[in-house]
Nanobody, 118 residues
Framework: QVQLVESGGGLVQAGGSLRLSCAAS????????MGWYRQAPGKQREAVAV???????NYADSVRGRFTISRDNAKKTVYLQMNSLKPEDTAVYYC????????????WGQGTQVTVSS
């Protein structure tokens, strides 16, 4: 059974940094496309950053240049380094695993809260 466990969220002042981690189990991690999504109160969940199994990355315009996604296949972990945080980055951040050749392969973590104070 695939499990994704996020950690690293918390409360930070505007301009600060946080590093989120997502540890995976029950999966061949290296062939997954891994992503970070977020959902703020009253808003739809949105993609923040995605890294394919081949290492290609894509970022939301709102975080490009401030956030960096990375992965360690040996540790089965994906990271999201968040710098220059803004109050509008406040949300629950979710880890996601997908596979390009299998639309049914779609797993989510439980989420971790990130709160940025002004």
């Amino acid at each position: 059974q695939v499990q994704l466990v996020e950690s690293g969220g918390g409360l930070v002042q505007a301009g600060g940094s946080l590093r989120l981690s997502c540890a995976a189990s029950g999966t061949v991690f290296s062939i997954n496309d891994m992503g970070w999504y977020r959902q703020a109160p009253g808003k739809q969940r949105e993609a923040v950053a995605v890294m394919t199994s081949g290492g290609s990355t894509n970022y939301a315009d709102s975080v490009r240049g401030r956030f960096t996604i990375s992965r360690d296949n040996a540790k089965k972990t994906v990271y999201l380094q968040m710098n220059s945080l803004k109050p509008e980055d406040t949300a629950v951040y979710y880890c996601n695993a997908q596979r390009a050749n299998n639309r049914q392969y779609n797993y989510w973590g439980q989420g971790t809260q990130v709160t940025v104070s002004s």
